[in-house]
């Protein structure tokens, strides 16, 4: 089966490394496969052509679309596209070159932006174009039904799948990593270190976290750390999280690490994962945190609570409260006991859940669905 893959950017979040684990398991089942991307540095491609495609193409809107993406998508079996700006280029595409029949859609978030009448409109019709749309979660499918006008007999949902190994891997590893990469950010094993990885947009509300994260500091008994790990390549988010760390004078109790290919080493030696999201697609950063062993505080919104169990893995509390969120890393900061069984809770729940063999078989499942329609 030939697969071409088109993604908005090609530069590290939670739909990029999705993709990336859906070609490597992919390739290893015998697809050939190709990936196209619009914007942004593509600083991913190596890892993309080391995980078995066979091209990675970058591909702009306008001229390139036509030039490079169209010929690439009628040579492919199996188009499938993925976040927003790609999904809607590439249906007009698919519409205009005779293409639907192949074409599949992927929905990794609950786009706000739909909400807007106009766009939710102009979705309403793109959206009707691909034969068959993966939502990531039963949330997102709810949502792109009401908001973005997609047939629910046309979706299928397909969870996130997690490659395990790296997190189970490095957190065996907890007892040789703790102290120098811990002293690399100025604290001591002693420290209870909350991990937060996520982009600094909008959407991820760090000034929520930070300032939840300065009232958790005085009700703790626990000497509390936060760790940030990202950026925000597409504006100054990390900049106003950093002047909101000054304003607060959380001083060294704060370390912003940037964008790092060591996170699963950075869990390990953390004791806790935190996000304060106002909404989120699926969160697989949540799922990187339960394989790794950590407990998960963050928000009740959107599909989160698929993910986290809450009382179980985790602790939810409601978005954009930064009261209840200090309230609930205090809580844990201060009962290694329970984070302990939170810590076995998730590790079964990611295993029982979101295993990637299963999610690359399903939507190999979906692709065939397609081609056998396509037949028909």
Request: proline letters at 4%; hydrophobic letters at 45%; aromatic letters at 6%.
């Amino acid at each position: 089966m030939k697969v071409l893959h088109v993604i908005t950017t090609l530069d590290m979040g939670g739909a990029e490394k999705y993709l990336l684990s859906q070609v490597r398991g992919q390739t290893a089942r015998g697809c050939e496969v190709r990936v196209a991307y619009l914007k942004g540095a593509g600083s991913l491609r190596a890892d993309f052509e080391q995980a078995g495609a066979v091209e990675v193409l970058h591909a702009p809107p306008g001229a390139a679309s036509f030039t490079r993406l169209l010929p690439a998508m009628r040579a492919a079996d199996v188009v499938h596209s993925h976040l927003l700006k790609a999904d809607m280029l590439v249906a007009a595409l698919a519409r205009a070159g005779g293409q639907a029949r192949k074409l599949v859609s992927g929905k990794h978030n609950d786009e706000q932006v739909l909400k807007r009448r106009s766009v939710g409109f102009v979705h309403g019709v793109l959206g009707k174009v691909p034969a068959r749309t993966i939502v990531l979660s039963d949330h997102v499918g709810a949502f792109f039904q009401r908001y973005g006008g997609v047939d629910p007999a046309r979706m299928r949902r397909v969870y996130y799948g997690l490659d395990r190994a790296p997190f189970e891997a490095a957190a065996a590893r907890r007892a040789d990593l703790i102290e120098p990469l811990r002293a690399s950010c100025g604290w001591s094993p002693d420290d209870v270190v909350a991990i937060c990885v996520a982009r600094f947009a909008p959407q991820k509300a760090h000034d929520v976290l930070l300032r939840a994260f300065d009232a958790a500091r005085g009700r703790s008994a626990a000497r509390l750390r936060l760790l940030l790990v990202g950026d925000d390549p597409f504006g100054d988010g990390r900049q106003r999280a950093e002047a909101l760390a000054r304003e607060l004078d959380l001083g060294a109790d704060v370390h912003f690490a940037g964008i790092r290919r060591d996170v699963p080493e950075l869990m390990a030696v953390s004791d806790l994962f935190v996000m304060s999201s106002l909404w989120e697609g699926l969160g697989l950063v949540f799922l990187e945190a339960m394989a790794t062993g950590l407990p998960q505080v963050g928000s009740r919104v959107s599909a989160v609570p698929e993910v986290v169990a809450d009382g179980e893995t985790g602790l939810l509390v409601p978005p954009a409260d930064d009261a209840a969120l200090a309230a609930a890393l205090a809580e844990l900061a201060d009962d290694p006991a329970r984070r302990a069984r939170m810590a076995d809770a998730g590790r079964a729940r990611v295993r029982e859940l979101f295993a990637i063999d299963r999610m690359v078989d399903e939507t190999l499942a979906v692709y065939r669905e397609v081609l056998e329609e396509g037949r028909r």
